[in-house]
């Protein structure tokens, strides 16, 4: 599976064919001025909740790709009524796909959109098919339902997990979570973006390191291939 990371939470995985691009947000992020949101390939996008940064290019980038946009109920309601094309789902629920099983797991964290328009349960993704199984956590505390995704889930061959602090998991709750979730290839996001969520490199990699974790950190535009066993 190849993934490229577009800065904050926003990234795109290139799996059977498909570029599912998860939490379209680059205009608005001052470390992606590189990246226009022409730039996002996708046939599928996925939205962890409704915070402005995580959604604020979709209606951009959907017009163009013409993705089919999964989320939460509410999510996806709000942005039918916009003329976008949408599979609800909700926490707990899966969804076989033709690329792969999405299944829509628990976060700990809030979910409104920019216009005060009620943004559903924010949640997280394990999408999962024979090239390899991953888990997007979206925004979220560290929180014991994460002890569930091995015990319903394909073992996962790598994770994208927040790690910036102040809004969601820091970097010692999240080499916990890479505990619970039995994954040791983690891929941080969610940091630097803005002052609240700057992080200490040096730390973030010594911490996993030192908890026998590889932590990734592309740069943003960066393309990197990770080995999955399917
Ligand atoms: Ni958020
Ligand atoms: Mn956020």
Redesign the pocket.
């Known amino acids: 599976m190849e993934v490229t990371y577009y800065g ?2 926003c990234f795109s995985v290139k799996t059977k064919g498909k570029q599912l691009l998860f939490d379209p947000f680059v205009s608005g992020n001052p470390l992606a001025k590189a990246i226009h949101p022409d730039d996002l390939l996708s046939d599928v996008i996925l939205v962890t909740h409704a ?1 402005g ?2 959604v604020s290019d979709l209606e951009t980038v959907a017009h163009r790709t013409k993705a089919l946009l999964i989320s939460n109920y509410e999510i996806v309601s709000y942005y039918e009524k916009k003329g976008l094309k949408g599979h609800p789902m909700n926490i707990g629920g899966k969804v076989q796909m033709s690329w792969g099983t999405v299944k829509s797991v628990s976060a700990i964290h809030s979910s409104e959109f920019a216009d005060g328009t009620y943004g559903g349960n924010p949640g997280g993704f394990v999408i999962s098919n024979d090239e390899g199984t991953f888990y997007v956590a979206g ?1 979220t505390a560290l929180t014991m339902d994460m002890q569930l995704i091995p015990k319903t889930c394909p073992p996962l061959d790598f994770a994208i997990l927040p790690i910036g602090d102040n ?2 998991m820091g970097l010692d709750d999240a080499v916990l979570a890479a505990g619970m979730i039995e994954c040791t290839t983690i891929i941080g996001c ?1 940091y630097d973006t803005f002052g609240y969520i700057e992080i200490d490199h040096q730390y973030a990699r010594k911490a996993f390191a030192d908890a026998g974790l590889q932590l990734l950190l592309p740069a943003i535009g960066e393309t990197i291939t990770l080995s999955t066993h399917g």
């Open positions: 904050h939470a915070h940064d995580h925004d809004f969601t969610h």
